[in-house]
């Protein structure tokens, strides 16, 4: 059964931190390239950063220089430490675990979600 939980979420004044995490499920995380997307109100979900399975990393523009994603191997994790948070980074943040092709990353499987709310 594949299951990626997200947790983490809240609410963070501008300028303040906030670090997800997505427990998965052995297989899913052995076997993926793990992902966090975001989706604002009436906007498209976006890749936010991904992880390969042997730890490169990727990101969108917008955070690069105040995100990271990280994973513990041994705890089937994967981490999106956020910081000098925006109210534009305000969303519901999905964790995914997917794979590259031709170097974008692909979601197969989701979390349910956890909402991200930035206060100015």
């Known amino acids: 059964q594949v299951r990626l939980v997200e947790s983490g979420g809240g609410l963070v004044q501008a300028g303040g931190s906030l670090r997800l995490s997505c427990a998965a499920s052995g297989s899913i995380f052995s076997n993926n390239a793990m992902g966090w997307y975001r989706q604002a109100p009436g906007k498209q979900r976006e890749l936010v950063a991904d992880?390969?399975?042997?730890?490169?990393?990727n990101y969108a523009d917008s955070v690069k220089g105040r995100f990271t994603i990280s994973k513990d191997n041994g705890k089937n994790t994967v981490y999106l430490q956020m910081n000098s948070l925006k109210p534009e980074d305000t969303a519901v943040y999905y964790c995914?675990?997917?794979?590259?092709?031709?170097?974008?990353?692909?979601?197969?499987?989701w979390g349910q979600g956890t909402q991200v709310t930035v206060s100015s």
């Open positions: 995914a675990a997917g794979a590259y092709n031709r170097g974008t990353y692909y979601p197969r499987f």
């Open positions: 992880i390969s399975r042997g730890g490169s990393t």
